[in-house]
């Protein structure tokens, strides 16, 4: 699925979301002010209006709802065309309300913008502009044509034409900006939405594919003996039948399937154990793991690992979490992607740091979304030599996204810049070494018994 069909898809789906209660709640509120704001108008103001014109259009909505409320199901959530026609009977019930009560004139003609707005936080981008061009025409024929407000001594209250021009031109302008700006608002949450879905799911596999290859290494650990065991008696058979040449092949059978059956135990086991040295590793450990899957895609990943200490000793141990496995495993990933022919890991610490640097020799980060790394989504137009380079890249800055996003929950600080080898891309993660390593300036203690796989 391309970009363009992603942001599609989770359009079409937002445009479901919405229930046909919400809409019918939001409605009476305007049916109560419209008839509160007639009632003040004749009765308080004498301002003389086509009253039995407006009530009977008010009206209309009352109908609208009570067959909404009591023909429909409370929960209906409505279609993308179903709430692009709520919305437009409300701006066109609004704009003939308005038209009977004077227009650009009535000070309540600012409400027209309410449909748009509502219709920029859930609708697609061409309904969304066909109700903001609906909104538009309504606003410019409320400025010619309308029935004035007339007070009870004749006097009809009317703007001068250049303010009643400002008006125009001041609703068309806040037509298009807030529909915009709710449009770009509403995105930016969706966005961020899905890339904390997106995010949460990638933790969990991480933490199912560790948790089934502790279970994995423990299965192979218990059934190491049973199959030396078995690889040991068939060996003895073998010798003994030397003049039982029926059996042979079946003993021979036997011990093949024996050491494949530890060579496939061995191979699953390698994710992860449940041994407690196991479960903490040296940092250089934890990278090693991390890069394993990009050793064999055609760039040199090099690996520097040196003490900035006063007191030179072990390197950092750190739990083999997931979300620093998966985060390291997604740095390295992307400078893998972007490098022309090697990636160089670096790796210093200190009595109260541990810093990770990863170096490519690409082209570096583009100076257009440099600013913005490390947010989901992030969107550039592409090169055509970047298209030829990589013509089946379809980045869109998720990877990064969840890479921050996990490694931040372990407490690192990442920071991204241009300046690597050659002037390739440079990722930084800096953890405080307490966060990262606990156990540093402990001594004795061991790490105990190894635990039971639990059910």
Known sequence: M?????LAFHERERSHWVKLRTLVMLRWVAIIGQLIALTAAVTVFDIQVALGLAVMNVGVSIIANLIFTFVFPENKRLSEFEALMMLMFDLLQLGLLLYLTGGLNNPFAVLLLAPVTIAATFLRLRNTAALGVMTILVITELAFWHLPLVTALGTELTMPLIFRFGAWVALTVSVVFLGLYARMITREMHDMADALLATQMALAREQKLTDLGGVVAAAAHELGTPLATIKLVSSELLDEAADRPDLIEDLQLIASQADRCRDILRSMGRAGKDDLHLRSSPIEAIIREAA?????????????????????????????????????????????????????????????????????????????????????????????????????????????????????????????A??????????????????????????????GKNRPIEN
Do not use: C
Request: no cysteine; glycine share 12%.
């Open 2 to 6: 391309t970009e363009d069909q992603a």
């Open 292 to 416: 394993d899957p990009h050793f064999n895609r055609g760039k040199s990943i090099s690996l520097k690992i040196s003490d900035d200490t006063d007191n030179p000793g072990r390197q950092p141990i750190l739990e083999r979490r997931p979300e620093i496995i998966h985060g390291l495993r997604n740095l390295i990933q992307n400078a893998v992607d972007f490098a022309k022919s090697s990636v160089a890991i670096e790796t210093t610490w200190t009595d109260t740091t541990v810093s990770l640097r990863i170096n490519d020799d690409g082209k570096g980060y583009p100076a257009t979304v440099i600013g913005r790394i490390g947010d989901p989504f992030v969107r550039r137009r592409r090169q055509s030599e970047d298209l030829a380079q990589r013509p089946g890249y379809e980045g869109m800055g998720l990877g990064l996204f969840i890479a921050k996003t996990l490694l931040e929950r372990s407490g690192a600080r990442l920071s991204f």
């Open 418 to 447: 241009n300046g690597g080898q050659n002037g390739g891309a440079m990722v930084v993660v800096e953890w405080p070494r307490e966060a990262i390593d606990p156990a540093f300036g402990q001594r004795g203690g061991g790490l």
